[in-house]
């Protein structure tokens, strides 16, 4: 949810080698080196992945290729650049990595609005701010279940907005008749699986434990998937 603040931990902990699943700088630095002419980045020499990366005529150096291929976590690791002769973060573009790192290390942990950031990452640090969903989770006007394992080893718990400032939020471990059996644990695959299924009691629950009786189609969702 927070990609451009509490989620950069992970950037700093592929640069010290400490990062559980260090494939996951190639996942953004892929979604940050697209064609999408919605992201601001796009086409203006801000590629999420280093230009190391992107080489068009290797494809074991080239992220795009690797999601095209749908290449698995497991698949990547052969690629990926690691100690002792590199690190994580050679995958991603280094003035990213080295603003955020800089940025971690002087106790900012909003690297895009710190006295690190420059013109070289200024688009970039826009297409972060643009996807990070912290003010447009917060700013929904009807109820918003959360649900998050406190043991993801992939997306950190710190990225949850503290549920007990905005009333429009609850954690799913919260809800009654349904928090006493939804109480997500254990790794980022785990918890996915244990949310899914906890989002469905709500309809299995009793009349008094909740609102949801069925899911209707919107109206004028033309367009909408």
């Excluded at 603003?99 to 002087?106: E, G, L, R, T, W």
């Excluded at 907005?161 to 254990?186: Q, W, Y």
Aim: with cysteine; hydrophobic share 35%.
């Amino acid at each position: 949810i927070k990609l451009a603040t509490e989620q950069n931990l992970a950037i700093v902990q592929m640069y010290e080698g400490t990062y559980k699943i260090p494939q996951f700088a190639a996942r953004l630095a892929n979604a940050y080196s697209t064609r999408n002419v919605d992201l601001v980045n796009t086409d203006v020499g801000q590629d999420g992945a280093s230009k190391e990366y992107l080489d068009p005529h290797d494809g074991t150096k080239d992220v795009r290729e690797w999601s095209r291929a749908g290449l698995s976590y497991a698949e990547m690791v052969p690629y990926l650049p690691k100690p002792p002769t590199g690190r994580f973060t050679d995958i991603l573009n280094p003035s990213l990595v080295e603003m955020i790192v800089k940025s971690f290390d002087a106790g900012n942990r909003d690297p895009c609005n710190s006295e690190f950031k420059t013109e070289d990452v200024d688009a970039l640090c826009q297409t972060l701010l643009d996807n990070d969903l912290s003010e447009t989770l917060t700013g929904f006007d009807y109820p918003v279940v959360v649900c998050h394992s406190p043991d993801d080893e992939l997306v950190y718990r710190s990225n949850v907005p503290n549920t007990t400032l905005h009333s429009n939020l609850v954690m799913i471990e919260d809800l009654p008749g349904v928090g006493d059996v939804a109480k997500p644990t254990g790794n980022h695959t785990a918890a996915a699986a244990q949310c899914t299924l906890g989002f469905l009691l709500a309809f299995a629950a009793p009349p008094e434990a909740s609102d949801v009786r069925s899911v209707l189609p919107l109206e004028d969702a033309g367009g909408v998937c």
